[in-house]
């Protein structure tokens, strides 16, 4: 719980493996008082948008973050979209994606909400759906929403400048993305707004929106896109180089332990349970000749299969890699 664990403490926690968190004053005032019983826990958001049945690694940097919120006494809200996987996220995209049904999207919910309980803790947890608000408004709310953003502030994203560039087209729909983003934040009352560093754009959007609806504006926390097995592009089963989350312990461990060298040090501070300390220990060691790259990999497997499934399981594919 938050109460057992100093301010301080809860800091190095939560910052660690961030790239960006706006306002960092405001977060540390937050998680101070917090600890200090001056306020509630923190309500932080997560997003998911169903749009694959599947889920890897990458999507556990984000499911990590919010654990750790969950360990230390906040509350963490899962927000499913099945409403806005059906207008589709448009970040960092050059062309238009395809639409989904609900019936498509509510289908890979199922096996999203199967594989997070893998990740997230049962207690502390709110899943909400965001077709529940966002289904439900009628064309006046739209439009009231849609008056509070300018045109200026949406063509600020680079992914619709470069578009627009490049005379691609970019639908209307996708325009209002990073609205009805922003609005389950001011649905749900975010405190804190978890996601990559892709969604810097949208996570600002509910700040903006929060505040126009007179709420605190939420904190914007980005974390680093992990890179697939290369070491080099985004994680991506249409890559070939991922880590999923249903993959056999033996096949997620042997996958591990050739994690390449210059993103190691990602994957430890991103995919496991590891204390941000004790991973400055082990990198301090292996790069003064104390433990080789073998033995941090090793450590590595070792502790996300051990999340994924349990630490007896860990043992035994650490065995049977042991032995091949």
């Known amino acids: 719980m938050a109460m057992n664990r100093s301010a301080a403490e809860q800091l190095r926690i939560l910052l660690s493996g961030t790239v960006q968190v706006v306002p960092e004053d405001d977060f540390r005032r937050a998680v101070d008082n917090a600890a200090r019983g001056k306020r509630a826990p923190l309500r932080v958001k997560f997003g998911v ?5 599947d889920l890897h690694l990458g999507h556990a940097v984000p499911l990590r973050k919010l654990r750790q919120f969950q360990e230390l ?9 099945g409403f806005t996987a059906q207008v589709g996220d448009p970040s960092g995209r050059s062309e238009q994606r395809t639409v989904m049904t609900a019936e498509e999207v509510m289908a890979n919910a199922k096996t999203y909400l199967d594989q ?24 006046g709310d739209v439009l009231e929403i849609s008056s509070r953003v300018t045109v200026a502030q949406v063509l600020e994203r680079s992914d619709f400048a470069s578009r627009m560039a490049a005379n691609e087209p970019l639908s209307m729909m996708e325009m209002f993305y990073p609205i009805l983003q922003g609005q389950d934040s001011v649905a749900i009352g975010a405190d804190v707004e978890i996601g990559g560093i892709d969604q810097t754009f949208n996570l600002l959007m509910g700040r903006d929106l929060q505040a126009a609806a007179g709420q605190a504006p939420q904190v914007a926390m980005t974390l680093p896109l992990l890179a697939g097995l290369d070491g080099t592009r985004k994680m991506s ?19 591990l332990l050739v994690v390449p060298e210059p993103v190691l040090e990602d994957y430890l501070r991103l995919t496991t349970d590891l204390h941000p300390d004790e991973v400055d220990t082990l990198l301090t060691m292996w790069r003064g000749g104390q433990m080789s790259r073998s033995d941090v990999a090793e450590r590595l497997a070792r502790d996300v299969v051990g999340l994924f499934y349990d630490a007896d399981t860990a043992a035994r594919a650490a065995a049977a890699s042991a032995a091949s």
């Open 73 to 81: 006494g906040h509350v963490a809200v899962l927000v499913i979209g």
């Open 237 to 255: 089963k249409s890559y070939d180089n991922y880590v999923a989350f249903e993959d056999p312990p033996e096949i997620m461990y042997r996958k």
């Open 116 to 139: 997070v309980g893998r990740v997230l803790l049962d207690e502390r947890l709110e899943i909400v759906n965001n077709a529940d608000w966002l289904g439900a408004m009628r064309t």
């Open 49 to 53: 948008d169903p749009t694959r049945p």
